[in-house]
C-alpha cells in the first residue's frame, strides 16, 4: 500500500495545532505548545529469498506542553477528535498544577521564535508510492547479489528496505506555527560466511546499505549486495593481534560514531548536569588543528535538515569545534536558562516528552587526504571497520570498545582482525587526530571522513 503526505494534510495539521494552543488558552495554561505529527512507515525483510517481515502502520498523535504557574505538564494523545481533544486540554492543564515548579521551564521569549519555514526540499512522493511488493523485490535483488558475488558466502541475515514519510506541525501560543514534511528510505543487506580458518569454525556477519531522503539518489540492490558480500568475505582469517599502541585509522562508517560521542559531551544538557569532561572548557583546544565539528540545519535534501527546533526557534548553522577549539556548546531553551546564555536553536523532542539538546546535520569536515594516501601513509597500524559496545565514560572521557577491522602493513591492508579492544582517553584520541580523509560518508545525519588517530592502546592477545 502506497502513502501520501499532501501541502493539504502540512496545512492540515499545522491549523490542528493552532486550534489547540487556542484551547490551552481558554483551558487557563498561561502559555501552551503543541506538536503534532502524521506519519506511515513500512518495512521488509527477506531471508534467503522468503518473506520474513512484512510491517506497514501509519499514525498521527498530538504532544503537548501546557505552562501553568510556574509549573508545566507534558502529555500526548492519538485521540484528535473535538470533544475528547477539549477532555484532554482540560486535564494537562489540571496535571501541571500538580507538578513542581521550575524556574527555568518556561516558554521561549516570543521574540526568539521562527518568522518563517524555509523550504529544504525534504519529501520525495516516490518513496511514499513504494509497496510492499515493490520492496521485496529489492530486497530479492540485493540479496541474491550478494550470494552470487561470491561462492564463499554461504548463508544471510536478509535483506530489509524500509521507508518513513511524515509531516511535522509545532505551534505555540507565543505566535509560531509552521510544518513541514519529509521522506527517508534505507536498504541493507547482510550476508553471512563461514570462516574454517580456525579449528573452531565461525560465523562472519557483514552489512552494506544505502539511504537517502530521495529514492533516485538509493544506490542499485545489486551493488550494495556486491558490496556486502565483499566486506563480508573480507573478514575471513580474522585473528587478534599482540595488545600494543599503534596508529589507529577508523573508517568512515565507525568514525560518525566519534562525532556523535563529541555531541554527547558539547551539549547544554550534560552541562548543567555537570556529567562531561568538557565542563568548563569552552574557548579551549579539545581537539587536533583538523578538526572541525559543524551541525548544519539547512542542506537541502539532508537526512538530518529541518527549518526550526523543538521550541519553535529558527534552526541555523553551528560550530561545535573550530580547528580543534571547543566554539559552541548545543543547548535548546531549557538548558540554556540553566547555563544563563542563549539557545543555539538546538531543541529536539517527540510527541510525548520535554525538549532537550540535539543534532541535525552533525559533520567533521573532510579533510584533503585521499582514503588510500592516508593508508599507504601510515605504514603500520590498524585500519578499524566496526566497534561494539559502550565503552564511554562521559564524565571522565575514558574510551574503551570492541573493535574489529584490518591490519596496515607497509600502507596496505593485510590481514582482517578482529576480538580486540582500542582504548584510549577520548581527550587525548580528538587530539591524537593527525590526518582527516576527503572521503566524506553522507548517507546518514551523523556523518565523517576517514581520520587516523596516531597512537591508541589495542588489547588482544597477550603475544
Not at 534552526?315 to 531549557?334: F, I
Not at 574503551?400 to 577491522?405: F, T, V
Request: a negative charge; charged letters at 25%.
Amino acid at each position: 500500500m502506497s502513502a501520501t503526505i499532501s501541502e493539504a494534510t502540512v496545512r492540515e495539521l499545522r491549523e490542528q495545532a493552532q486550534k489547540c494552543v487556542e484551547l490551552c488558552r481558554r483551558a487557563g495554561a498561561d502559555a501552551a505548545e503543541v506538536l503534532v505529527r502524521d506519519g506511515s512507515e513500512l518495512t521488509v525483510k527477506i531471508r534467503l529469498g522468503e518473506p520474513e517481515l512484512v510491517q506497514e502502520a501509519g499514525s498521527r498523535a498530538l504532544g503537548l506542553r501546557v505552562f501553568k504557574d510556574g509549573r508545566r505538564a507534558v502529555t500526548y494523545t492519538s485521540d484528535l477528535r473535538d470533544r475528547p481533544l477539549e477532555s484532554f486540554v482540560a486535564e494537562s492543564v489540571a496535571l501541571a498544577a500538580l507538578s513542581e515548579p521550575d524556574e527555568f521551564a518556561l516558554a521561549p521569549d516570543p521574540a526568539d521564535l521562527a518568522t518563517d519555514v524555509p523550504d529544504l526540499d525534504l519529501y520525495d512522493e516516490r518513496v511514499g508510492e513504494v509497496d510492499a511488493a515493490w520492496a521485496m523485490q529489492q530486497c530479492i535483488v540485493g540479496e541474491r547479489a550478494a550470494r552470487a558475488a561470491d561462492a564463499r558466502v554461504t548463508n544471510s541475515d536478509g535483506a530489509t528496505w524500509s521507508r518513513v514519510i511524515g509531516a511535522t506541525a509545532f505551534a505555540t501560543s507565543g505566535g509560531f506555527a509552521g510544518a513541514y514534511r519529509g521522506s527517508y528510505a534505507s536498504f541493507y543487506v547482510e550476508p553471512i560466511c563461514d570462516d574454517d580458518s580456525e579449528a573452531t569454525p565461525k560465523k562472519r556477519n557483514g552489512y552494506w546499505w544505502t539511504a537517502d531522503r530521495f529514492l533516485a539518489r538509493l544506490d542499485d540492490p545489486e551493488a550494495v549486495g556486491r558490496e556486502a558480500a565483499r566486506r563480508t568475505a573480507a573478514q575471513l582469517g580474522s585473528k587478534k593481534i599482540p595488545t600494543q599502541e599503534c596508529p589507529v585509522v577508523f573508517d568512515p562508517e565507525v568514525a560518525r560514531s566519534l562525532v556523535g560521542t563529541v555531541f554527547s559531551v558539547a551539549n547544554g544538557s550534560s552541562f548543567w548536569r555537570k556529567s562531561t569532561y568538557l565542563l568548563g572548557r569552552e574557548g579551549t583546544i579539545i581537539a587536533s588543528p583538523l578538526v572541525t565539528i559543524v551541525d548544519r540545519p539547512h542542506i537541502p535534501r539532508g537526512p538530518g535538515s529541518r527549518p526550526f527546533d523543538g521550541d519553535g526557534l529558527p534552526t541555523r548553522d553551528n560550530t561545535l569545534v573550530r580547528a580543534g577549539v571547543l566554539e559552541t556548546v548545543l543547548c535548546d531553551t531549557y538548558a540554556a536558562r540553566k547555563l544563563g546564555r542563549g539557545s543555539t536553536g538546538s531543541s529536539g523532542r517527540g510527541i510525548g516528552g520535554n525538549p532537550g539538546p540535539t543534532t541535525s546535520n552533525l559533520i567533521l569536515e573532510r579533510g584533503a587526504t585521499p582514503r588510500a594516501e592516508l593508508i599507504r601513509s601510515t605504514g603500520r597500524g590498524l585500519y578499524v571497520t566496526s566497534m561494539m559496545g559502550f565503552g564511554f565514560n562521559p564524565v571522565t572521557g575514558d574510551f574503551s570498545r570492541g573493535a574489529a577491522g584490518f591490519w596496515i602493513e607497509g600502507g596496505e591492508l593485510t590481514f582482517p582482525v578482529s576480538e580486540i579492544t582500542v582504548s584510549c582517553n577520548f581527550d587525548q584520541l580528538l587530539q591524537r587526530i593527525d590526518c582527516v580523509g576527503d572521503d566524506l560518508d553522507t548517507r546518514s545525519s551523523t556523518v565523517a571522513p576517514t581520520v587516523r588517530v596516531s597512537s591508541m592502546t589495542i588489547a588482544g592477545s597477550a603475544t
